[in-house]
Structures are given as C-alpha cells and as structure tokens.
C-alpha cells in the first residue's frame, strides 16, 4: 500500500501540470469582453484540475470566433471546417478510447450547418464534452442572424428583425434519442461554468452544454439584464446535479432543486423564457455509448487480418485440383 | 485451342439420352433475365461459377433494374446477369449476347431494345405466357414471338412453369435452377460441379432444400437434352494455381482489410454500397469499423477524424456523395491528413443513372474543390485490381499524407471475374500508430523540400501538441495570411505530386510500339480496348493502346509514347461532344476528360471516342469507331 502510494506521489510529481501547461504560445484574439475567453479559462483549469496529459487532449472545433478555442490550447488541437465539428471528433474517439475529446462549437456551427451531425452526435452518445458557444449571432462573418437569435433581431442580413421564433437548443437536444447529458451554463458566472463543465467531463457519453456568452462586438447589451440582476437566474442544484458554495448560493438565491434523470422537468425549464436556467438539465449515465459499442472485440492483429483474409478467399477460391467436394456449411 | 467459332464438331458418348454432337466454341455470350425476384440473377452468378470451376475464363455483369421492385412484367424491371465465357482468360462482358433466356417476352424487350443482342442469336423463352388468361398478355407474348422470328432471331418456347410443377408447387421459386441445370446441358458443364454449386447456394439451408433444387437442375438438364438441338462446348483449362472469383466492390472490400485501414465511414449509396456491405460482415472480426454516417459530409469528416488520430481510414462513395465530400477533402489536402476515398461511379450529374456505369467523375477527382488542392487520383481496372490498389491507395495516403482517390465504377463493381488467390503479406498492412514523442524542435509541417513531405503529429506523442487547421498556416500550423507562407504550403503540397510522380512507371503498351492509332484508357474500360486493339490489329490496323493507372500524377513518358503514332485517341465511358452535332465545332467542342487532359498536359491534338449511355463499352464499338477516324469504315 505505501508503495502504491509513494508510486501515486510520483506520478504527481513528474505530471504536475500547471494552468500554463494547457496555455499555447498563441494569445486569443477574441474583442475585449468576448465570453469566450471565459471559457477557454474554465476548459484550462478543468484540465489543470483533472490533471490530463495536454498529449492525450484532444479539442475539435469547426469555424467561428470560438472554434478559435483549439488554438489557444495547448493540446492537439483539429480546427477543421464549418459545422464539421462534431463529425470529425466521432472520428478521433472511434479508436482512440485514451483521449479526452472537447468540442467548440458555435450557434451557426452546431445548430445551423451543423444541425444534422448535432442531432447525430446526440443519438450516437460518443464520450466527449461539447461546448455550444451561444452568443446568438454569427460572429466571425460579422453580424448575421443564427438560429438561436431572439426573434427581431436586427443583424446584417435581417436589417429590419429577424421573422422567426429561434430554435432552442435545449429542448432540441432533449428530445433527441439516447440523449445522456445537457446542461445550461453563461461565461459570467465563471464558478459554475467550471462546476458544470466538470460535471460534463465526468460524464460518461456525449455531455452538451449550452453556454450562453456575451459577444460585445455585436450583441451588446443582450444578456445585460441577467448579467445585473441574479435573481433572474435560475440555478439548479441537486444532489446528483451542482453543489452551490455558500457565496455562489448568496448571489444566487433562485435555486431549483431538479433531479437531473427527471426528464418531464427537464424539458419544461429548458423552455423557460423570462429566465436562463444554468445547471445540469439532465443526466443519465446509463445510456449506451456508441464508442463503447463499436469498440473491436479484439485488437486488430496482422495475425487475424491473415486469418479473415484467407476465410473469405476459401469461400471463392477455385483450387487447381478442384475435385474438392463441397461441404454444405 | 482453335479460336474461331462453331467449327469443329465433336463426338459425345452415347450414355446420354439422346446424344447430339456438341460444336465447340472458343467463347459464348449468356444472358439470363427476369423480373426481379425470379431469381436470374443468382442463375447467371451460379452459371458463371460452374464455368469458372471448370477452367473457363468469365466476366459476368449484373443487369439491375433501376428499382427495388419494378412492376412484374416490364422493360424497365429486366433483371439478371451476363456471363461471359471463353477457353481463355475474359476481361470485358464482351458484345452481344449469343444466347438468352428469357422469363417473359417484356424483359427481353429490354434487351433488344438496348441492341445487347447479336443478330440471329438464339433466343429461349418461358412458353407459358402464350396460353395466359389475360388475352392481352398471351397477345403481346405471341406478337413479340412472331416479331423476333421473323427478325431471325433463333427462337425456343420452353414450359418453364409446366416442368418445374411437376417437381415443386412455387415454380417462381425454382424456375432458375431449371434454367440453370438447362444452360447446365446445352454448354456440356460437367454435372458434379453443376450439382456442388447448388449445395453451395443452399449451403446453410436444410438438406431437402438442396434435394429439391438438385433435382430441378437436374429436371432443367435432361429437359434441354431431350428437346433441344442445342449442345456447345466451350472447353475450358484448369488454372495451375488457385483462383478467386469475386466482384469488384468485394475485391475492394478485401483490399481495404488486407491494407490495415481500421475505420470506413460511409453513407449508402449505389453502386458503392455493396462493398460495404460485404465489409460491415467481416471488418468487426478484424477489430475494425464500418460506421454508417448521417450523410456523406459526415461520413468524410469522420474518416478524416479517425485518420488524424490513428491509421490512415476510408470513406466509400459514389459521384453525389463525392460532391458533398468536397469541402472535406480540400481540409484534408490542407492539413495534410491521409485519406482513401473510393468512388464506384455511377451515371452522372445529379442522381444521373444509379445503377450504371459512367466514368464521369475523374475532372470531381481531381479538380472537384475549390483551390488548389493536389489529390492523388488512380483508377483499378480489373477486379483483381480492386483488390490490390486500395493497397496501394493506403500506402500512398500514409507516405505523403495525402488524399489517395480510387476511382472504379458500376462496371467492376458486380463484374465477376477470377484471377490469382493473393497470398498474404505483412507489409501490406499500416504499420502501428507512432506514439513516441516528437523531438523538441520538429514542427508539425517540416516539409522537405526535396519531396514536400513532413511527418505528421499524431494525438498522444508527447511534445507534438499543435493545433491542425484548415486555414493557412506556417510551420508550427499556426494561422499565417503572409503571402510567403501561403505559397511555400502550396509549393509544398504541390511538391509532393511530383515526388510521387518520379516514383511512377509507365504501363506496358498493348499492341506495337509504333504505328498508326494509340488509344489511350483508364479504369474498367481495359479489358475492351484491348479487345479491340487485338482485333484492329488481325485486321490489319497498327493501333495499340496505353492503360493509366495513374491519373494525378500521370507517369512521365506518355508524351514520348503518343509521339511514336500517327494518332491519339481516348478512350471512355464518359461524356463527349459529338462532332457530327451541327453545333459542335473544334473550338467549341467539350472533350471526354482524358482526352482534354492530355491535351492540355502535352499539346497534342488528340481525339476522344466513347459514350455516357449506361454500358460497358463494347470492344466492336471501338473498332468501328477507330476505323471511322482512319476513314476505313
Ligand atoms: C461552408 C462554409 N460556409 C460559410 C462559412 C462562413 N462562416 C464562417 S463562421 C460562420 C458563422 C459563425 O457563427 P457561429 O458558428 O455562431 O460562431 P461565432 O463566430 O459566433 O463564434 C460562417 C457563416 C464557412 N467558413 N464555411
Ligand atoms: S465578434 Fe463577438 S464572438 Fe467574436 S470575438 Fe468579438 S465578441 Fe467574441
Ligand atoms: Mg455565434
């Protein structure tokens, strides 16, 4: 037992990762006030704390002002194409069950060319945390209506409001099949955007979170209200859910006690409208993981590539001494 | 064995019940069609079998109707199989048939209608349709009857449906192996291997089954021998070393497991489909996936994912699943991933024609995305080639981290064809995923600049921590609009073409190595040009032809070659202008692909001839075709 012990000191040691180690030699060039630096800031403490080798973490992200994130970490980052996000990290995790996978994604990204893989994601259930950075707007091609922006929003290409209803992430991934984890979160609350953040990276299966963040540069003044005033926040706690501290429980005072397998629940605070809810929705750790199911039986092996090979030819082959009778199989 | 047809006669024994001299073929032409679900096309793939356990050489093709279940009794719902069979090697579906047999007089219609059958050939009908209920019916069966003898076709009524009730109540169920055991008799195919096949078609079912359907074939045999004057032999050699019979989509299928790529992500879709199918059945024993994606787009983004974090992987398409992977592919190109993308072509623009066969999709191969993003592109052109270039395909992708496009098509994809059992090697597969740690100062795009290539950095080596992207970027892959540094990664990228390039060998020629015509192929088209070519040469015409395997790069040399004949011409299954249109000119006319990039690669003013109606080119087309360009009609 001390042995075990001394090798666990050690391995503290040689591995003791700083909140540095998680930094790139990149500094972010998000706007001043951009909610996105609070979450790149959660995401590198979360990997300080959890203390995961910048080696075997891996962040996918797809295009955008936060698909930047990957570059700002120091990990493997993959900034690949708009949309593709969440496709190209499935592909990572398939055979790589030793890497944590994070993925950035933004409204545009996820829920508008994305919107088919998000759905995809969700039913598949592969083990990776995926951050939806919603700030309501397209950001980085400055200024055009997304899915998620209020309706009258007046943008770029809706000069005079946008006509339609947004779309709701929440209920969306809700109501998807083999859903295992959704979570509401807003950069300006950087305690619980951590506390959930954790929650999500323990989770086994796909976590989603929804993280509301401030975009200054075009959305000014959007989340103003709740910023100001707490008592619009809904915060939910519960046992298997978050744990307020006592300052974050002083500030916080709407509380909702909410089981997170309560789905019925669930689905009814994801649609509230005067609040934003942030806290752990829902979470059932028992749904199948399709990484877990597709995983090989076995390694493969040159050995077994020979053996299948040489199966599948016997069923075909023509012998030169064909008077081989055949065995009915 | 003397190669001309129908001449020499020989004896049989008498133990037969009416023995009838067999006229020996050097090689014959059998279609089997029906509606879809009477079961012809596992009666051609049966009888191709037997004649390819005999020692024939085949190439069967699959006659697929454009839907799952076409209305019964229709043109449009032909369905069934082509064999092909000769005393050598077969290495196209050949011309028209010699012989067809036919489960009603609409199916064969079909045939006729697309001119598949030859002149005078000999026609074997299911009868029961002439004394059918419903008068219209038993009208158009007699109609069409009279119709193609007096067209000369050689016409038999069979009771198809009278004899299979005497030994089963559903004849539906068993009138192909009647058929069968009747083609069985009039080719002289050996019974024991006729009667083995079937065991092997049953072979998981109960015994009565395999009984029943033994006993139709034999029905089918005695039934043939008894009442046609129809008896050939194609004699037939036994290869010296073991033969596979496969299609192409299975040979590819085999190649992706025998070239270690561990994850295919695919997303359905004709007449790529089936090579995943058969791969889904057997990539799990090997510890590996096929995943099934939302769409095309996903599926190549997965592919793409699993090759950045491990072995190189594979995605399986056809021409609309091609464009949608576009964007994802020119990802790839830029970040330097490896990538196998195999393309089974099909008819084209748009949904096009599904089920049939187009070379159409080379220019999407190599220039189908936007900016420059330097592919490799190569073509199988056998089914023996399926297997073997996905290989190639897998080693290339790894070695200069690129895009490996594998273009076959409908053709290959359910031609059967045997060739050499491959014996396994070890070095075809991936070697294990590098883990180690990257040197302190390597950098993630290290181009070499004798050959463009840098080491990639794969998730889980130590000190490789870097961020990939799509844009721009420098060395270290971090984000860079300089104008040096974007030229030096599309110098760099561009590089490793040409490196490839000095690698290449320049196909052997088929023909002479000078003279009149040079045709020049690539893809499923070999087998018929080079038909062509030896017949053009019997005839007394120089040509030869020049098979590419490589079409981005192209091996050094082609331009020396075309210089040795007095004419180039493409050959291929795609689209061309006709210069007989009064529209065309030379100046406006739209080349077949081939055509248009040797010519502008080598400034030589070479012709095209080819077709984009559906079906394998056939070698006397080509013929006539060069003979028209000489002015020797
Ligand atoms: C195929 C394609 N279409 C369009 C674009 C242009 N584009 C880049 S980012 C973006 C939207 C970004 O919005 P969002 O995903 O919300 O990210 P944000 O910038 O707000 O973080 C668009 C339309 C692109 N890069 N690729
Ligand atoms: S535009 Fe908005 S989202 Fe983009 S960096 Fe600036 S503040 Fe952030
Ligand atoms: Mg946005």
Same mark, same amino acid.
């Given at each position: 037992?001390?042995?075990?012990?001394?090798?666990?000191?050690?391995?503290?040691?040689?591995?003791?990762?700083?909140?540095?180690?998680?930094?790139?030699?990149?500094?972010?060039?998000?706007?001043?006030?951009?909610?996105?630096?609070? +979450?790149?800031?959660?995401?590198?403490?979360?990997?300080?704390?959890?203390?995961?080798?910048?080696?075997?973490?891996?962040?996918?992200?797809?295009?955008?002002?936060? @698909?930047?994130?990957?570059?700002?970490?120091?990990?493997?980052?993959?900034?690949?194409?708009?949309?593709?996000?969440?496709?190209?990290?499935?592909?990572?995790?398939?055979?790589?069950?030793?890497?944590?996978?994070?993925?950035?994604?933004? /409204?545009?990204?996820?829920?508008?060319?994305?919107?088919?893989?998000?759905?995809?994601?969700?039913?598949?259930?592969?083990?990776?945390?995926?951050?939806?950075? /919603?700030?309501?707007?397209?950001?980085?091609?400055?200024?055009?209506?997304?899915?998620?922006?209020?309706?009258?929003?007046? @943008?770029?290409?809706?000069?005079?409001?946008?006509?339609?209803?947004?779309?709701?992430?929440?209920?969306?991934?809700?109501?998807?099949?083999?859903? @295992?984890?959704?979570?509401?979160?807003?950069?300006?609350?950087?305690?619980?955007?951590?506390?959930?953040?954790?929650?999500?990276?323990?989770?086994?299966?796909?976590?989603?979170?929804?993280?509301?963040?401030?975009?200054?540069?075009?959305?000014?003044?959007?989340?103003? /209200?709740?910023?100001?005033?707490?008592?619009?926040?809904?915060?939910?706690?519960?046992?298997?859910?978050?744990?307020?501290?006592?300052?974050?429980?002083?500030?916080?005072?709407?509380?909702?006690?909410?089981?997170?397998?309560?789905?019925?629940?669930?689905?009814?605070?994801?649609? +509230?409208?005067?609040?934003?809810?942030?806290?752990?929705?829902?979470?059932?750790?028992?749904?199948?993981?399709?990484?877990?199911?597709?995983?090989?039986?076995?390694?493969?092996?040159?050995?077994?590539?020979?053996?299948?090979?040489?199966?599948?030819?016997?069923?075909?082959?023509?012998?030169?001494?064909?008077?081989?009778?055949?065995?009915?199989? | 064995?003397?190669? =001309?047809?129908?001449?020499?006669?020989?004896?049989?024994?008498?133990?037969?019940?009416?023995?009838?001299?067999?006229?020996?073929?050097?090689?014959?032409?059998?279609?089997?069609?029906?509606?879809?679900?009477?079961?012809?096309?596992?009666?051609?793939?049966?009888?191709?079998?037997?004649?390819?356990?005999?020692?024939?050489?085949?190439?069967?093709?699959?006659?697929?109707?454009?839907?799952?279940?076409?209305?019964?009794?229709?043109?449009?719902?032909?369905?069934?199989?082509?064999?092909?069979?000769?005393?050598?090697?077969?290495?196209?579906?050949?011309?028209?048939?010699?012989?067809?047999?036919?489960?009603?007089?609409?199916?064969?219609?079909?045939?006729?209608?697309?001119?598949?059958?030859?002149? $005078?050939?000999?026609?074997?009908?299911?009868?029961?349709?002439?004394?059918?209920?419903?008068?219209?019916?038993?009208?158009?069966?007699?109609?069409?009857?009279?119709?193609?003898?007096?067209? $000369?076709?050689? %016409?038999?009524?069979?009771?198809?449906? %009278?004899?299979?009730? =005497?030994?089963?109540?559903? *004849?539906?169920?068993?009138?192909?192996?009647?058929?069968?055991?009747?083609?069985?008799?009039?080719?002289?195919?050996?019974?024991?291997?006729?009667?083995?096949?079937?065991?092997?078609?049953?072979?998981?079912?109960?015994?009565?089954?395999?009984?029943?359907?033994?006993?139709?074939?034999?029905?089918?045999?005695?039934?043939?021998?008894?009442?046609?004057?129809?008896?050939?032999?194609?004699?037939?050699?036994?290869?010296?070393?073991?033969?596979?019979?496969?299609?192409?989509?299975?040979?590819?299928?085999?190649?992706?497991?025998?070239?270690?790529?561990?994850?295919?992500?695919?997303?359905?879709?004709?007449?790529?489909?089936?090579?995943?199918?058969?791969?889904?059945?057997?990539?799990?024993?090997?510890?590996?996936?096929?995943?099934?994606?939302?769409?095309?787009?996903?599926?190549?983004?997965?592919?793409?994912?699993?090759? &950045?974090?491990?072995?190189?992987?594979?995605?399986?398409?056809?021409?609309?699943?091609?464009?949608?992977?576009?964007?994802?592919?020119?990802?790839?190109?830029?970040?330097?991933?490896?990538?196998?993308?195999?393309?089974?072509?099909?008819?084209? *623009?748009?949904?096009?024609?599904?089920?049939?066969?187009?070379?159409?999709?080379?220019?999407?191969?190599?220039?189908?995305?936007?900016?420059?993003?330097?592919?490799?592109?190569?073509?199988?052109?056998?089914?023996?080639?399926?297997? &073997?270039?996905?290989?190639?395909?897998?080693?290339?992708?790894?070695?200069?981290?690129?895009?490996?496009?594998?273009?076959?098509?409908?053709?290959?994809?359910?031609?059967?064809?045997?060739?050499?059992?491959?014996?396994?090697?070890?070095?075809?597969?991936?070697?294990?995923?590098?883990?180690?740690?990257?040197?302190?100062?390597? =950098?993630?795009?290290?181009?070499?600049?004798?050959?463009?290539?840098?080491?990639?950095?794969?998730?889980?080596?130590?000190?490789?921590?870097?961020?990939?992207?799509?844009?721009?970027?420098?060395?270290?892959?971090?984000?860079?609009?300089?104008?040096?540094?974007?030229?030096?990664?599309?110098?760099?990228?561009?590089?490793?073409?040409?490196?490839?390039?000095?690698?290449?060998?320049?196909?052997?020629?088929?023909?002479?190595?000078?003279?009149?015509?040079?045709?020049?192929?690539?893809?499923?088209?070999? $087998?018929?040009?080079?038909?062509?070519?030896?017949?053009?040469?019997?005839?007394?015409?120089?040509?030869?032809?020049?098979?590419?395997?490589?079409?981005?790069?192209?091996?050094? $040399?082609?331009?020396?070659?075309? =210089?040795?004949?007095?004419?180039?011409?493409?050959?291929?299954?795609?689209?061309?202008?006709?210069?007989?249109?009064?529209?065309?000119?030379?100046?406006?006319?739209?080349?077949?692909?081939?055509?248009?990039?040797?010519?502008?690669?080598?400034? %030589?003013?070479?012709?095209?001839?080819?077709?984009?109606?559906?079906?394998?080119?056939?070698?006397?087309?080509?013929?006539?075709?060069?003979?028209?360009?000489?002015?020797?009609?």
């Amino acid at each position: 037992m001390s042995e075990n012990l001394s090798a666990c000191m050690m391995r503290m040691v040689e591995t003791d990762y700083a909140l540095s180690d998680y930094q790139s030699d990149i500094a972010p060039r998000w706007c001043v006030g951009c909610g996105d630096t609070a +979450i790149l800031t959660a995401m590198q403490k979360l990997c300080r704390d959890e203390q995961l080798a910048p080696e075997k973490t891996v962040c996918v992200s797809g295009i955008g002002c936060s @698909s930047r994130l990957p570059h700002y970490m120091n990990a493997y980052g993959f900034h690949g194409i708009h949309g593709r996000a969440l496709p190209v990290a499935e592909g990572v995790k398939i055979r790589r069950p030793d890497l944590d996978v994070f993925v950035t994604t933004g /409204d545009g990204d996820c829920t508008s060319i994305g919107a088919a893989h998000w759905i995809h994601a969700i039913r598949y259930n592969m083990n990776m945390t995926v951050l939806l950075h /919603d700030n309501q707007i397209y950001g980085l091609t400055k200024k055009q209506a997304s899915p998620t922006s209020p309706i009258g929003q007046k @943008s770029n290409t809706t000069p005079f409001g946008s006509v339609l209803l947004p779309l709701n992430p929440l209920t969306v991934t809700l109501g998807v099949a083999n859903v @295992s984890f959704v979570a509401q979160a807003v950069d300006w609350i950087p305690d619980l955007l951590y506390d959930i953040l954790k929650k999500a990276f323990h989770h086994r299966g796909l976590s989603f979170v929804r993280i509301l963040q401030r975009c200054p540069e075009f959305m000014q003044h959007r989340f103003d /209200d709740y910023v100001r005033d707490p008592s619009k926040m809904r915060i939910l706690t519960h046992g298997n859910g978050l744990r307020l501290s006592p300052e974050v429980s002083r500030v916080y005072k709407n509380q909702e006690t909410h089981d997170p397998l309560d789905m019925g629940r669930a689905l009814a605070i994801a649609a +509230i409208a005067d609040e934003i809810p942030v806290g752990i929705l829902y979470n059932d750790p028992s749904v199948p993981c399709y990484d877990d199911l597709r995983a090989g039986e076995r390694p493969s092996t040159p050995a077994l590539v020979e053996t299948v090979l040489r199966e599948e030819f016997d069923k075909v082959t023509i012998w030169p001494d064909d008077a081989e009778p055949v065995a009915a199989e | 064995m003397d190669n =001309k047809a129908e001449q020499a006669v020989i004896e049989r024994q008498p133990s037969k019940p009416r023995p009838k001299p067999a006229v020996v073929l050097s090689e014959h032409i059998v279609e089997i069609v029906s509606d879809s679900g009477e079961g012809a096309q596992r009666c051609g793939q049966s009888f191709g079998a037997i004649a390819a356990r005999s020692g024939n050489g085949i190439w069967t093709v699959e006659i697929i109707p454009a839907e799952i279940q076409p209305p019964h009794r229709s043109v449009a719902g032909a369905s069934g199989n082509r064999v092909r069979f000769a005393s050598g090697p077969v290495t196209n579906g050949g011309n028209e048939a010699d012989l067809v047999v036919a489960f009603n007089e609409q199916v064969l219609l079909s045939r006729l209608h697309a001119d598949e059958i030859k002149p $005078g050939g000999i026609i074997l009908m299911e009868s029961k349709w002439r004394n059918d209920r419903n008068a219209g019916i038993a009208a158009s069966y007699a109609q069409v009857v009279e119709e193609i003898r007096t067209r $000369g076709f050689r %016409v038999y009524e069979v009771p198809m449906e %009278v004899e299979c009730l =005497k030994l089963v109540p559903d *004849p539906r169920k068993g009138k192909n192996m009647f058929v069968l055991g009747m083609l069985c008799g009039i080719y002289s195919l050996d019974e024991g291997l006729a009667r083995a096949q079937v065991a092997r078609i049953f072979g998981k079912k109960d015994q009565k089954i395999i009984d029943a359907n033994i006993e139709l074939l034999d029905a089918g045999r005695s039934w043939a021998e008894t009442n046609l004057d129809l008896r050939f032999t194609v004699p037939a050699k036994r290869a010296t070393e073991a033969q596979v019979v496969m299609n192409g989509n299975t040979a590819l299928a085999l190649g992706v497991v025998a070239s270690g790529m561990e994850v295919c992500a695919m997303y359905p879709i004709t007449p790529a489909t089936s090579t995943s199918h058969y791969l889904s059945n057997i990539f799990e024993k090997v510890g590996c996936v096929v995943h099934q994606a939302e769409d095309e787009i996903a599926a190549c983004a997965f592919a793409i994912g699993a090759s &950045y974090a491990g072995k190189c992987a594979v995605t399986i398409t056809s021409g609309p699943g091609l464009s949608l992977k576009q964007e994802a592919l020119g990802l790839a190109v830029m970040a330097e991933i490896p990538l196998v993308v195999i393309d089974v072509q099909r008819g084209g *623009p748009s949904t096009g024609l599904p089920t049939k066969v187009e070379q159409g999709d080379l220019m999407a191969a190599i220039f189908g995305g936007h900016g420059d993003a330097p592919k490799v592109v190569m073509a199988p052109s056998t089914i023996e080639d399926c297997f &073997y270039s996905v290989i190639t395909a897998r080693k290339i992708a790894e070695t200069f981290n690129m895009v490996v496009m594998l273009l076959s098509d409908a053709s290959l994809a359910t031609a059967q064809q045997p060739f050499p059992r491959p014996s396994f090697r070890e070095d075809w597969l991936a070697p294990p995923v590098n883990q180690s740690p990257v040197p302190e100062d390597a =950098k993630p795009y290290d181009w070499d600049p004798r050959t463009g290539i840098a080491t990639r950095f794969i998730p889980g080596q130590p000190n490789g921590m870097h961020c990939l992207t799509g844009l721009a970027h420098d060395r270290d892959s971090h984000v860079a609009y300089d104008p040096e540094i974007n030229e030096e990664g599309l110098l760099n990228r561009s590089r490793k073409l040409a490196a490839l390039q000095t690698t290449l060998r320049l196909p052997p020629l088929c023909g002479g190595d000078s003279g009149e015509m040079l045709l020049i192929g690539w893809g499923s088209t070999l $087998g018929a040009i080079e038909e062509a070519v030896g017949i053009l040469r019997a005839q007394g015409i120089a040509a030869s032809s020049l098979h590419l395997k490589f079409l981005q790069p192209m091996a050094s $040399g082609i331009g020396e070659v075309m =210089k040795r004949f007095t004419h180039v011409m493409s050959i291929e299954n795609n689209w061309n202008d006709p210069l007989s249109d009064p529209l065309i000119t030379p100046e406006n006319r739209r080349y077949s692909s081939l055509a248009l990039l040797l010519r502008s690669r080598y400034l %030589v003013d070479i012709d095209c001839w080819g077709n984009a109606r559906g079906q394998p080119l056939k070698p006397t087309a080509i013929v006539a075709a060069v003979r028209s360009k000489l002015g020797k009609e």
